[in-house]
């Protein structure tokens, strides 16, 4: 990954978040993300995000739970190892159905937890770059990435013309490294404000 | 907001005639039904127009009973999303008292009567014979029976109608806060109210004595659960299908397509939850293997050495009110698509139908299935009726509770 140039708004109110969103993405200027402390609804479709693909992803791992689940119970009892239970057929599907049934559920779940963690890039020890800390707390945080041809100034301007209560630039790595807190002195180099 | 709505829902003249043209194909159908089989001196022929009349009417009515538990059930929960098409799911459930005397004249027809084909226990020399309806005759008796039918039908009727008179009575006056508070509590309470007596009869007692009492050596614990949720998915469906035609000619402007999608989610749950019902009853009876249990389904699925006459519904059923909105439902552009949303319900709509056939039909024709065209008639004349019904009350008071304390909550409705 790599250093970007941002451009970063903080608005305090959802009121004036959504009218400089729509402003914004109307002047042309490339949106990166806009961080929230809480689910902001009907904020995806302002900034045009296209609908997850998650749950397709779900319905694959929960199909793919299903044939686990009655292949294995087919070849188990049908073929490895038939089983006599109180004069029941050998292939007794009605039987498996719970099975199958909690193993689809199962694969479902895991699978989709598992690749929203790898969608969102989350992880054990895996960290990233924050634009402000009190986008967890009590702001809504606009980062507009720079271009070769953006003009800082003009942008930071238009950002305060639309109500934001603090614009700043930042350079941001947008991926994401390894480390632990502990050890790493990247995301704490600059002194961070106690929020008053 | 300088938005203007259309409150009065005037009936289209195409609707009435569609309304009156399905309810005289029911009539003629009955009619036809009738001389084929129900003036017939044998039993056990004219017991398979009994049948079709008493799966149509407990059909119908217990669906547009469940149309008032949703009302009920939403209001408990606080939720507010429906309230937008509130009073269409109102006027469905005004045609309970309709629907309801009809089906209390058919059961006492079939309780009182001379043919004993479909209430078996009903018969009292064939009860004193036997020692199972004899030990079972606490609950199965004429007289438990017609009482409790009428409590039941009479309870439905009237907390139904407290419950919609106090959506109606705030429409011409505005609410201060706390009158709003008041005016939630008593809907609490009434809602509350009836969903107590839905347990004790929907959820509970009346698909014992309407239906499952058409076999009466035979029990299920799971078979009211089964019922009920197979009236409430077709309600919701039935709901849909009102909501979707009011757009369509321009009613309705705060429903929209946030509102159709939960509609549609709960179509697709409870499709689930019928099934999970469905195979609850099917595998534990199969698993335990004892032919007093066995015999429900051996009746209509048939066993290993013979296939029995109902097969084809039974499995037909399994697919359409669960494979079919299972995955059709399924993704989020379907739940928000008019057609395809409309589509599925028509269909869950008949689906369920099909499976109250294959409950009740077995006990009038046990042998063979009968041909289908004039219970789907008399279906048809009932759908006429619910048609008819629910369109002069809709006719009758303003198509928005604009008043309501929560109406702001559902209008900014988002899934």
């Not at chain 2, 195409?14 to 089989?37: C, D, E, P, Q, R």
């Not at chain 2, 009515?61 to 109102?90: D, H, K, P, Q």
């Amino acid at each position: 990954m790599a250093e970007k140039k941002f451009v970063v708004a903080s608005f305090d109110d959802e009121a004036v978040l959504f009218p400089a969103v729509k402003q914004v993405r109307r002047a042309g200027y490339k949106i990166h993300d806009v961080y929230t402390p809480m689910p902001v609804h009907g904020l995806d479709a302002a900034l045009g995000l296209r609908d997850t693909s998650l749950h397709t992803a779900g319905f694959f791992y929960g199909l793919a739970g299903t044939c686990t689940a009655l292949g294995f119970i087919t070849w188990a009892l049908t073929y490895d190892w038939p089983l006599n239970f109180g004069g029941k057929p050998f292939f007794a599907l009605p039987a498996w159905i719970p099975i199958t049934f909690e193993m689809t559920v199962l694969f479902s779940a895991v699978g989709m937890v598992l690749t929203f963690c790898y969608l969102c890039q989350l992880a054990p020890f895996v960290k990233k770059d924050h634009f402000h800390p009190r986008a967890t707390d009590d702001l809504f945080v606009m980062a507009i990435e720079c271009t070769d041809k953006t003009n800082e100034g003009e942008v930071s301007d238009f950002l305060n013309g639309l109500g934001a209560k603090e614009v700043n630039t930042q350079i941001k790595e947008t991926g994401w490294w390894i480390g632990s807190y502990a050890d790493d002195k990247k995301p704490f180099q600059k002194q961070v404000q106690a929020v008053s | 907001m300088a938005l203007t709505f259309r409150e009065r829902f005037e009936i289209p003249k195409k609707y009435n005639t569609w309304s009156i043209g399905l309810m005289a194909a029911g009539l003629l159908s009955v009619i036809i039904l009738f001389i084929t089989h129900g003036s017939k001196a044998d039993d056990h022929v004219s017991a398979r127009f009994w049948a079709s009349l008493l799966q149509n009417s407990v059909y119908f009515l217990l669906v547009v009973n469940a149309a008032m538990f949703f009302i009920c059930a939403t209001t408990l929960a606080w939720g507010s999303w429906a309230l937008t098409f509130r009073r269409v799911t109102e006027a469905i459930s005004a045609c309970v008292p309709v629907i309801g005397v009809i089906t209390f004249v058919i059961l006492m027809v079939l309780v009182w009567g001379p043919n004993h084909v479909l209430y078996h226990w009903a018969d009292s020399h064939a009860a004193e014979h036997d020692a199972a309806l004899k030990f079972k005759s606490g609950f199965l008796n004429r007289g438990f029976f017609t009482v409790w039918t009428i409590i039941t039908i009479v309870g439905w009727w009237l907390l139904g109608r407290k419950v919609r008179h106090i959506s109606r009575e705030i429409d011409n006056r505005r609410l201060s806060v706390e009158e709003g508070k008041r005016y939630i509590w008593n809907n609490t309470v009434w809602s509350a109210i009836y969903i107590v007596l839905f347990a004790l009869t929907v959820m509970s007692s009346i698909p014992w004595l309407w239906l499952m009492s058409l076999d009466s050596h035979w029990y299920s614990t799971m078979y009211s659960w089964y019922t009920f949720a197979s009236s409430f998915v077709a309600a919701c469906a039935l709901i849909t299908i009102f909501v979707v035609f009011l757009k369509n000619l321009g009613y309705l402007e705060l429903t929209n397509r946030e509102h159709l999608h939960d509609l549609a989610k709960f179509q697709f749950a409870f499709s689930i939850f019928w099934t999970y019902l469905w195979f609850s009853q099917f595998m534990l009876i199969w698993y335990a293997n004892i032919p007093e249990e066995t015999i429900y389904f051996i009746k209509r699925i048939g066993d290993g050495s013979h296939s029995g006459p109902y097969r084809g519904v039974f499995w037909l059923t399994l697919i359409i009110n669960f494979l079919a909105p299972f995955l059709i439902l399924m993704t989020r552009s379907s739940k928000r698509n008019y057609g395809t949303v409309t589509m599925m319900s028509v269909v869950i709509l008949f689906g369920h139908w099909l499976d109250f056939y294959q409950m009740v039909m077995p006990a009038g024709s046990p042998d063979h299935m009968p041909f289908m065209l004039l219970d789907l008639g008399i279906g048809a004349g009932f759908v006429g009726l619910i048609m008819f019904v629910t369109a002069k009350s809709l006719a009758k008071h303003p198509l928005l509770a604009k008043n309501h304390p929560f109406l702001k909550e559902s209008i900014i409705h988002h899934t």
